[in-house]
Each structure stands twice: as C-alpha cells, then as structure tokens.
C-alpha cells in the first residue's frame, strides 16, 4: 500500500478494519508504527544489532547512530520483496510524516520561493484518478489567485532531484567547504600589530628603566611608572594570547564538518543542513542554492554572520 502512494492513516485504517492487533495487543496502529515496520530492515534479510546508542556505566549517551553497530546483509530469509521495499525507502527519503494526523512535511517547506512574485511555496495534496495522495508545491499567491501563474511542482520529484543535488554537494565540496571557512574564519581574526608594536614599547621602557635601576639612578617616581608598564604589558600579552587561540586550523573545521554531517540521522536533516533556498523559474526549473555558514570576527569572538553558497539548476 505505502509503495502505491497511500498514507499512513490509510494503511492504519485497512489494518484496523481486519481486527489485526499490533504485538502489543492495541486495536490503534499509529503512524510511528507503521513507519518502523516501514524502516525495519530485517525485512529484507538485513540484521542489524547495537543501531543507536543507549546507556554506558548507567548514563543515557544518547540515541543517535553507534559507531559499533553489528549489520550483516542477508542474514535471514527476506520476508518482503526487494523492490517494493526500494520503492517505500525512495518515497520514504523524499520525505518525511510528523505525529497526530499525519499531515505530511515538506523537504523545502520554508526554503522554496517564487521566481515571478517572490512569494513562498506552500505544500497542497491532490488525489490522482487512483485515489492516491499526490504532494505538490504551489506559489501562495498562486493559491490566493493574486494574479501569479507560476507552475506547481511534484513535491515528490523534486525533492528527490534535491537530494540528490546534496548528496552530491557534500560529497564533492567538502574540501572546499573547509577552505572557504578557513579563510573566512582567520582573515576575519585580528593579528593585533598595533598590541604587539605598543608591548615591545613597554618592554623597551622597562627594560630602560631597569638598566636605571641598577646603575644606582633612583628616585620614588620610577617605582610607580615601572608598575603602570608592568600592568599594561600583562593587559597587551592577554589581548594577544587571546587573538592567537582564537585561530582555527583546517583539521578542526573538517572535523566541525564532519560531526555535522554524522549527526544528521536522517537524509532529511541532512538537506536542510545545506539547503540556503530554493527557487521556482517560470520554466519550471529550479535554481538551488546549497551551501555552508560564513563565520565573521566580532568583538565577542566568531559569530554566525551569512549563508553563502553555490547554485544548481534543477
């Protein structure tokens, strides 16, 4: 059923209709778990064992993905056939259902505009001669015939042309990715000339007023100046070692990138990671724009500054 195009509501209405009871032994098969039988790889053969991560020494560490799962393909007898469980990974990765219910969420919801107007795309549903559900993008002044006449978009075809587009970004631009943000990052830090040309001032001074000292030249005057300049080189030292841990080398950002990029469980979260905006032409092309945070020097340290990027036409 989910292969042909219909909901969870609808494959929970059908089960429910059969008196089928979920292991548990309730009447009510909720979305969540239609979408775990729907994500279940044994399956298909697959075992898997240790997935996420759970207690270590008696503390929760979260469950996000294990660095030691056990996954063997083929392990067991598959018990549903391999291209209808191609078919429901493919609509399942193009997007993706929130609780209650089952209203369906959009990849680009949010990040997809007009390129007659400008406005944002809102996501409508139609039902196709077979009674299936069909997602679309459609211009919100479109909607409330304001007088654009942009095309609707099949939801579900672009978003697996954009995922595509991501995956394809993160894996060819990673390198890039670091550079760009290694030269943004450190050309934005400060290489304090002015605190270092001002402390080999003081140091000069001090180191006179000592050669002074131990000449027998002394008066009460000199005790004072000699701890205004002691005072302002250890102020002039901070502000410089400060400067210098602020810089970031290229292993570091990798390593930012790559945590970002392994965080993300699901292909989803991936693309509205790299996803700046997105842009429906007239022609029914779509112009892409992926990319990665640009990071600026402030009085506070690096703060977020921009979203820049490159664009793809789909």
């Known amino acids: ?36 039988i729907l994500t279940n790889e044994r399956y298909v053969g697959n075992y898997f064992w240790n997935k996420h991560k759970c207690k270590i020494m008696g503390k929760w560490a979260g469950g996000g993905p294990n660095e030691k799962i056990v996954h063997i393909p083929n392990a067991m007898p598959a018990i549903i056939d391999k291209n209808i469980w191609d078919i429901c990974q493919k609509r399942l990765s193009s997007r993706y259902m929130s609780n209650g219910n089952a209203k369906h969420t959009y990849l680009l919801s ?3 505009f007009c390129g007659s107007c400008g406005a944002g795309y809102m996501g409508e549903v139609h039902r196709n001669s ?32 954009v995922i595509k587009n991501v995956q394809d970004y993160v894996a060819s631009y990673s390198d890039s990715m670091v550079d760009y943000l290694y030269d943004k990052i450190n050309d934005g830090l400060s290489d304090c000339e002015e605190e270092k040309k001002q402390l080999s001032d003081i140091n000069a001074k001090i180191s006179n007023i000592t050669k002074c000292i131990s000449q027998g030249v002394f008066y009460p005057e000199l005790k004072e100046e000699i701890e205004r300049y002691q005072k302002e080189k250890i102020r002039l030292s901070e502000i410089i070692k400060s400067s210098s841990n602020r810089y970031v080398s290229k292993e570091y950002i990798k390593k930012l990138l790559t945590d970002k990029i392994s965080s993300c469980n699901n292909i989803i979260t991936l693309c509205r990671t790299f996803i700046v905006s997105a842009l429906v032409n007239p ?32």
């Open 1 to 36: 059923m989910y292969a042909s195009g219909a909901s969870y509501a609808e494959i929970s209405s059908a089960i429910e209709s059969t008196g089928e009871k979920t292991k548990r032994g309730r009447n009510k098969w909720p979305s969540t778990t239609i979408r775990a």
């Open 110 to 112: 949010g990040l997809l």
């Open 130 to 161: 077979r009674g299936c559900e069909v997602f679309y993008y459609i211009c919100s002044k479109h909607k409330r015939k304001l007088g654009c006449d942009n095309p609707n978009i099949n939801a579900a075809k672009l978003d697996a042309a």
């Open 283 to 314: 022609d029914k092309s779509i112009t892409l724009n992926l990319g990665v945070v640009d990071c600026v020097n402030s009085e506070r340290g690096i703060r977020t500054l921009d979203t820049t990027g490159m664009n793809r036409m789909l």
